[in-house]
């Protein structure tokens, strides 16, 4: 099928990420992950973005504070994450919506998780702009990897296909798993172009499907699904 020639590569803020770096990208954070199903004994498809909120404020000792941001910097600046004196604080620009926000704060964890370094006594900060300028190339890939990490802790794989066999709609999506349509029509993409192998023009074609309750194309997304179980 020509669809599932894919070049296996996305490109994410200015960088073309390959489906083996897509992959190492999620492994970074499993790790986390486990630690956050073992506490609350759940499994991956029953992770919720309040579980891994839960498990950094109360276990980890993270703080977590919305900050209102105004003027030009509201639409520009997401949050932060800042690493002083063996202290985790996640901050989060109050003005954006719920599910923006959610998606924020996974990814400034993604930063605590897997960038810093707390063997290292300096202080270290990571800063979320809603735009690639100022980013060299090294902090590109840290954002993008902060990105699709968040995604996948906001719907694990397991739990985006539980959800397609319970018939979630839209709708559905982002009030079970607090996420926005653009993030869930990322994560979406994201599976089927890196797990599934189709070429992502075909991905986001089936993704529209999708949003306007199309059968093919939903037909076509759990058939791939299907497959993805069969070979797991």
């Known amino acids: 099928m020509p669809e599932l020639e894919s070049k296996k590569f996305m490109k994410y803020r200015g960088l073309y990420i390959t489906r083996t770096q897509y992959f190492e990208m999620i492994n970074s954070i499993k790790p986390f992950i486990t630690q956050v199903m073992n506490n609350f004994y759940l499994n991956e498809k029953e992770l919720r973005y309040y579980n891994y909120f839960d498990f950094c404020e109360n276990v980890l000792g993270y703080s977590f504070v919305e900050v209102p941001i105004s003027g030009k910097l509201k ?13 985790i604080a996640i901050g989060c620009n109050s003005s954006m919506v719920p599910g923006r926000k959610n998606f924020t704060k996974l990814h400034e964890i993604t930063h605590a998780q897997v960038d810093i370094d707390v063997n290292n006594c300096m202080s270290q900060n990571f800063t979320d702009v809603l735009t690639n300028k100022g980013y060299n190339s090294s902090d590109q890939f840290r954002e993008i990897r902060a990105d699709i990490c968040s995604s996948y802790m906001l719907i694990t ?24 349509l653009p993030a869930l029509k990322l994560r979406l993409k994201n599976y089927l172009v890196f ?18 309750k199309d059968n093919y194309s939903i037909g076509i997304i759990l058939l791939c699904m299907y497959y993805d179980e069969q070979r797991s």
């Open 75 to 87: 639409k520009l600046l997401a949050g932060s994450v800042l690493y002083e004196n063996g202290m």
């Open 157 to 180: 794989d397991s739990a985006l296909k539980e959800a397609f066999w319970d018939k979630y709609s839209v709708e559905n999506f982002m009030d079970d798993f607090g996420i926005t």
């Open 195 to 212: 797990n599934i192998n189709l070429h992502p023009r075909y991905a986001e074609k089936l993704i529209e499907g999708f949003i306007k």
